[in-house]
């Protein structure tokens, strides 16, 4: 399999299904979402289990605008969208990153139909309306335990502390 440019693995939403269509080629497609604000070695592990399940890993990012939504703190994401794609483009695991602006990637998912829908481990997933559309065209969905002691939230309280000291 021919590995990407970083650049070439950020696909514009526009350009998202003819790009997952591609990568359908050489097998599974997984599909996972997230802010990713600040990445460390709980979202490390986590995609790279996630792509292990397929062929292919495409992340949905959460935009700027559907990150604030989130009610994660007036000031997240502390990274821009742009900045966060990159660095999640930058990782081996990540096959292709696009954008969504909407509060979950529920019209995402349903264009780009994944093979495989992952999600974090404190997930219901037959409560997702996610799950139902991917299980309705016959793929899977499934969460991935946390890798326990990391979190973006934790680690930004951390640093304020620390700095505040």
């Given at each position: 399999m021919t590995e990407l440019s970083l650049s070439a693995k950020l696909c514009p939403r526009d350009q998202a299904v003819q790009a997952v269509q591609g990568l359908r080629q050489q097998g599974p497609v997984v599909f996972t979402n997230g802010v990713f604000d600040v990445l460390h070695r709980g979202h490390a592990t986590y995609l790279d289990q996630a792509r292990q399940l397929g062929a292919s890993l495409v992340v949905g990012l959460n935009s700027d605008a559907s990150a604030k939504r989130l009610g994660k703190g007036p000031d997240r994401p502390l990274n821009n969208e742009v900045d966060r794609a990159v660095l999640l483009a930058a990782l081996a695991s990540v096959s292709?990153?696009?954008?969504?602006?909407e509060d979950t990637p529920l019209q995402l998912i349903s264009e780009l139909k994944?093979?495989?829908?992952?999600?974090?481990?404190?997930?219901?997933?037959?409560?997702?309306?996610?799950?139902?559309?991917?299980?309705?065209?016959?793929?899977?969905?499934?969460?991935?335990?946390?890798?326990?002691?990391?979190s973006t939230s934790a680690l930004v309280n951390q640093i304020r502390r620390a700095t505040a000291s």
């Open positions: 292709l990153v696009t954008w969504f602006e994944p093979d495989v829908l992952v999600k974090g481990g404190d997930y219901d997933m037959d409560r997702l309306a996610e799950t139902q559309v991917v299980r309705a065209y016959g793929g899977r969905a499934l969460a991935i335990p946390f890798v326990d002691g990391y």
